[in-house]
């Protein structure tokens, strides 16, 4: 294999990390040749509208972009989509496409996301089982939907509820499988996982807490059902899996670079590799809102701003990694806004009354204040923004005091 490219900069992944970071270099003035490389074919799109309005036939595709085709062409990027990278030589500075081509590089960012999780069981495989990770994915459960009354989603978190939610109101017949004992179980509190859980029943969704997967029951290669242990089945057409994310490390990991459930990072965003760089789903950092604790954070915020950290640091300026995590859901017509990490929190301070449908949950660890999940309360979430970033200590009484602004 020789080299027939090269390019200064090589960014593998054309999601929303990948994107941010090559505006992110032509902002900042870097002048040397960049290449962005996506394993779809689609120019780079907003990932979050997938399991939303896209499956709901609200937006297009084309508003989904994150920039024309004209913007990567006047700031001269190339795009190289469609291609797989398969591998990392990190001494000779190249990668390896699926089709064998070969591409130098002087740095390479690597913001490669992950892929879907799937089950493993009998009868993954079998067509009506969908995961939601990319617009090909949500294609082909809208082209399957005219022939689905029922739907099976297995794993309560957002994604899941998110897809519950559309294909209720689309007029489905929805029942959701979570293994463990209440939804959103890696991500908020009982009271919030409460709240929805209550929410989506009482639009007739089917929860089923604690319900384990055995296998998923076919007839004629497609599904017909979800065959729980203990034996009972929930019928449905439509399968769909959403049980978290792998991430796309393996081609770094053969190469040499630190790291496991992702690729670990230092606070400059820089890989155990020379002159290689990770960013977005895929890193794995130290993150001082977690504590210290090494994480990954998959979502559209932590993948910009570690973008916007390499962007720098490419360009002379070195600013470590440090930003309060955020993040959103919509379901049905309710807008959650969470900021700060709430996994080791120690008390939970609801603010306001859940049955509003307008309220904050208020997460403390040691007194101090690490997370809100804020639904329907964008006031609560942007000022709450504050309490997070100072690790505040505030009484109890006052925050959950809805006269007394955050």
């Not at 994915?137 to 939907?145: G, K, N, Q, T």
């Not at 998110?162 to 029942?175: F, H, I, K």
């Amino acid at each position: 294999m020789d080299e027939s490219e090269r390019y200064d900069v090589v960014i593998v992944g054309a999601g929303h990390g990948g994107a941010a970071a090559a505006a992110a270099l032509r902002q900042r003035g870097f002048a040397g040749s960049v290449a962005l490389i996506g394993a779809e074919p689609e120019l780079p799109y907003e990932r979050p509208p997938l399991s939303k309005e896209y499956l709901a036939g609200e937006r297009a595709f084309e508003r989904m972009l994150i920039r024309p085709a004209a913007f990567w062409r006047e700031r001269e990027v190339t795009l190289l989509l469609g291609q797989a990278v398969t591998a990392v030589d990190a001494a000779a500075h190249r990668v390896t496409l699926a089709d064998d081509r070969v591409i130098g590089y002087g740095r390479l960012i690597w913001s490669a996301g992950g892929s879907a999780r799937r089950l493993a069981c009998d009868g993954h495989d079998l067509a009506g089982v969908h995961t939601v990770r990319c617009r090909a994915d949500v294609d082909r459960m809208i082209a399957e939907l005219p022939g689905v009354e029922r739907v099976a989603v297995v794993g309560g978190g957002y994604v899941g509820l998110e897809a519950a939610a559309v294909l209720t109101a689309l007029g489905r017949r929805v029942t959701v499988i979570e293994a463990r004992e209440r939804l959103l179980a890696r991500v908020a509190g009982a009271a919030l996982a409460d709240f929805y859980a209550a929410e989506h029943r009482a639009r007739g969704v089917d929860v089923r807490l604690g319900a384990e997967v055995d296998s998923i029951a076919g007839n004629g290669g497609a599904a017909a059902g979800v065959r729980l242990r203990g034996g009972e089945r929930v019928a449905a057409e439509m399968v769909i899996v959403g049980i978290g994310l792998v991430p796309a490390v393996a081609p770094l990991l053969a190469a040499g670079a630190e790291g496991g459930d992702g690729v670990i990072v230092d606070p400059l965003c820089r890989t155990s590799l020379p002159d290689v760089y990770a960013i977005g789903d895929c890193a794995a950092h130290r993150n001082s809102f977690a504590g210290g604790a090494l994480v990954r954070l998959e979502s559209v915020q932590n993948a910009t701003d570690q973008a916007a950290t390499v962007a720098r640091h490419l360009t002379g300026t070195d600013e470590p990694y440090v930003a309060v995590p955020w993040f959103w859901s919509n379901q049905y017509d309710l807008r959650l806004q969470t900021v700060g990490l709430s996994a080791a929190h120690d008390e939970a301070i609801v603010r306001g009354v859940p049955a509003s449908r307008r309220f904050s949950v208020i997460y403390r660890r040691n007194g101090r204040v690490i997370a809100l999940d804020c639904v329907n309360a964008a006031r609560d979430f942007v000022r709450g923004r504050a309490l997070v970033t100072a690790g505040a200590v505030v009484e109890a009484a006052i925050l959950a005091d809805t006269d007394v602004p955050l």
